[in-house]
């Protein structure tokens, strides 16, 4: 099978285009209003706030699945290998499409976030990368639950 790759996505989108558009809005009153010091530095701040949360290298980072393991990485840095045999555990929530991949060290760990869960991130197409790694990780090694914070 050939390597499928799923990217990190920003989970708070609509909190930065807010961010973003409250702070021009802000920063153009403040314009208008005779370029009023305190307003135009917070308007500007949101502004820049939004675009750094939107422009992050963060959403470079992909995970990318194939019959040997699962890498994490950017084009230009790996972060962790780990093969399908050295997974200690995997807790699984069908419901939510969230997992979270034990490599045995909080370094090589992989938390899928589905609804609810608490990660800064999103993974684009989250249930096909869930289904393919609930298909390559021995049953003996997976624990289902209903909610990840019950396990």
Do not use: N
């Amino acid at each position: 099978m050939s390597p499928q790759s799923f990217r990190f996505r920003p989970r708070y989108r609509g909190l930065a285009w807010g961010s973003i558009g409250i702070g021009g809005s802000v920063s153009a009153i403040a314009a208008v209003l005779g370029f009023v010091t305190v307003p135009l530095v917070s308007g500007a701040l949101g502004i820049a706030l939004g675009a750094a949360y939107l422009a992050s290298p963060t959403w470079r980072i992909a995970v990318t699945v194939d019959d040997h393991g699962l890498t994490v990485g950017s084009p230009g840095r790996v972060r962790f290998q780990l093969a399908w045999g050295d997974v200690v555990r995997v807790v699984a929530s069908p419901a939510t499409f969230t997992c979270f991949v034990d490599g045995g060290a909080p370094e090589r760990s992989l938390l899928v976030p589905g609804d609810g869960a608490p990660a800064p991130y999103d993974i684009a197409y989250r249930k096909a990368l869930y289904e393919a790694i609930l298909s390559r990780v021995a049953a003996d090694k997976v624990q289902t639950v209903s909610s990840l914070d019950q396990a």
